[in-house]
């Protein structure tokens, strides 16, 4: 039976159950859902999941919806090399360690969501969330700015995976696990995307890059991510602005983005 599995190439969650997927080897098709511009509310996508989040898989009719679960499924369910154990060990010991730290990272993502996503990049102009949300993402990137406290909460995580990372000891693949993956995916978006963050303010977490680099089909992987993040470095750069017309243009599909949000809300 086919296996789809939901994506979004911007989303640290959805990148992390795609490579979970490459490394089980896993016969699957991928669906783009593009967040940018306003995919998850289609018909289609919201009958998959109601919530309209990536990732989300369809695994013969069986759905998931969280993407560490769909990692812990991949492995447990179609993993067929013995030599991933170390990715997600039997172990049950090795194993709540490992899930231990594969759920550390919800923190983190909870705070990159509104200081790097809301924030900055999705009012940036030229980018498809101003074409697709309207005036509507300015709104919320104007608050999510206004949010201190997510600023304070992803400087906070970011140290704290930087220490975490670094007791890790990792030197090779075979030291990774899921629980790595998660995070690294995570930390890359606020450091291709963040002014105030690059990696080598982060040693331990640029040296989990570097590893990351030589897992098999990583490139499929963060190739897409990378090329997203730098065109919102490019209008970021150059200051791209919209112009008059644009914005008012940006009023009516705010507008309009608000009615189908609401209509998927109550109808489904």
């Given at each position: ?39 998850q ?18 695994d013969g ?9 769909i ?9 067929k090399?013995?030599?991933n ?33 809301m924030?900055?990049v ?8 101003r ?43 075979e ?85 189908r ?8």
């Open positions: 039976m086919t296996i789809k599995l939901y994506s979004f190439r911007f989303s640290p969650p959805a990148r992390l159950a795609i490579l979970a997927a490459e490394i089980c080897s896993v016969d699957y098709e991928l669906v783009e859902v593009d967040l940018s511009k306003a995919e509310f289609s018909a289609e996508f919201v009958a998959v999941n109601p919530k309209h989040q990536v990732p989300s898989l369809d009719g069986v759905y998931m919806a969280q993407s560490r679960d990692c812990r499924h991949f492995f447990d369910n179609h993993n090399n013995p030599d154990d170390h990715w997600y060990p039997k172990d049950p010991v090795k194993r709540e360690e490992v899930n231990h730290w594969l759920d550390w990272s919800k923190p983190l993502h909870l705070a990159l969501e509104t200081a790097v996503v924030a900055h999705g009012p940036q102009a030229g980018l498809p969330f074409d697709n949300y309207g005036v509507l993402i300015c709104l919320l990137g104007t608050k999510a700015r206004m949010d201190t406290q997510s600023l304070v909460e992803l400087n906070k995580n970011m140290d704290i995976a930087e220490e975490m990372v670094g007791d890790r000891n990792i030197e090779n693949v030291d990774l696990n899921i629980g790595d993956l998660a995070t690294f995916m995570e930390v890359s978006m606020p450091m291709e995307c963040h002014p105030d963050y690059n990696w080598s303010q982060y040693p331990n977490l640029s040296h989990l890059y570097n590893i990351c680099k030589k897992v098999p089909n990583f490139d499929k992987v963060h190739q897409p991510f990378l090329e997203f993040s730098e065109n919102y470095r490019h209008h970021r750069d150059r200051g791209t602005t919209a112009s008059w017309l644009e914005l008012a243009g940006q009023v009516v599909t705010a507008v309009q983005t608000v009615l949000m609401a209509k998927v809300e109550l109808l489904g």
